[in-house]
């Protein structure tokens, strides 16, 4: 099988990418994701379930606040059906070559949008078709699709929560075309990621109708999916600013409890994003644990941001720290289910070389292979679950147990505590497990 579809290839001069090991001084290879590997039950590649994003490695050109773009895509300035083509062929080139197995995009990343909703609905109707053929040539599938419903200026005062209910209509067009490419493509989740649901300023804004209508608009397009045949999981993003300055869906626990309030929790859970993470002053693997203790853990998107600012830089990951215990987290769950690891990181602005758009995944690759490897053994080992087990011993057994079973009164347990007396210190042992971690993380290994 040649590995680029259509008849221009996107990225001459590269290959396909192959698992080389760690002692391989080529850049261009895997040091640490051999996809066919077996961890446990799984191979690496079932386990990863790695995902490219649309927006950020065939769309967005480099620009920031203050700089035009610095990347001169080949379908820059064609007519925009024919860019789509160009950029839908780059998109399953790249993925075959990387060995990744799913992509995700937004509705006007993939298809331009039209003056009117019917012509945006034939436009997306008509890249769906593109799609399909090269999911079909290339075996590679759709992670999930989602609506913009951010970018354009009647989003300015939100999409689902606008105090127009006009605004709030056209939203609704978007996402029910989406959801109809969605199915078409056979799509494992859909997204919604809520930029503009939120506000600027409490002074002009009703926060209680906002969320209601919020629910209103969610449950009307699980009702819509559900009915057209869309059987995977609709996922909420979270983010608590950037580019409103409050947004609804703040952090992971506020996300759960909305979806609780509503009865949303069924058939909606969670996509987290590690650089939304940190902006919610919040460890990327606390998010994941909140998810995942809800049972409401569906997809990642894996990326990082930066410690020393307040922005979403999406970078690519590259933390053996946080990659292993995002992947404990991930295999004590039991995996991602419908769910996978979506790059949503985009190239510095100076990383101008074709390659780099390879690199740049070929390391988040490798950073959660080796995560996965790692959590892995240390899953196995047991030491960390032993010792969580035993930290909490005393519920285990006598009245602690009984507390848990929601035997006691208040009254019993003071009496227990007059019976006891003094509390004994019991040490936390922290420092002694983040030793542990560095010996295994760092323990020499093939
Ligand atoms: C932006 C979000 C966005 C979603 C999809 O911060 O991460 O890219 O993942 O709309
Ligand atoms: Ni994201
Ligand atoms: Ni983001």
Known sequence: MSHFVGDKEFFPGIGKISYEGPDSDNPLAFKFYNPERRIGNKTMREHLRFS?????????????PFGSPTLQHPWRGSDPMAAAAMKADACFEFATKTSMDYYCFHDIDAAPEGGTVEETERNLQLVTKMLKERQKESGVKLLWNTANMFSHPRYMNGAATNPDFHVVAY????????LESNVELGGANYVFWGGREGYFSLLNTDMKREQEHLARFLMLARDYGRKIGFTGTFLIEPKPM????????FDAATVIGFLKAWGLDQD???NIEANHATLANHPFAHELQVCADAGLLGSVDANRGDPHNGWDTDQFPTSIYDAVEAMMIILKYGGLGTGG????????????????LFLAHIGGMDTFALGLMIADELIREGKLDAFVQQRYASFDEGEGKDFEAGKLTLEDLRNYAVRRGAVQKRSGKQEML???LNQVIFRTRK
């Open 341 to 356: 690891l979506n790059f949503d990181a985009h190239l510095r602005r100076s990383s101008t070389d074709p390659e780099d």
């Open 171 to 178: 939203a609704a067009s978007q996402v029910k075309a989406a």
């Open 268 to 270: 909606f859970k969670l």
């Open 52 to 64: 490219v994003a649309y927006w950020h490695s065939f769309c967005a050109g480099g620009t920031d």
């Open 242 to 249: 950037e580019p409103t300055k409050h947004q609804y869906d």
């Open 434 to 436: 983040e030793n542990y």
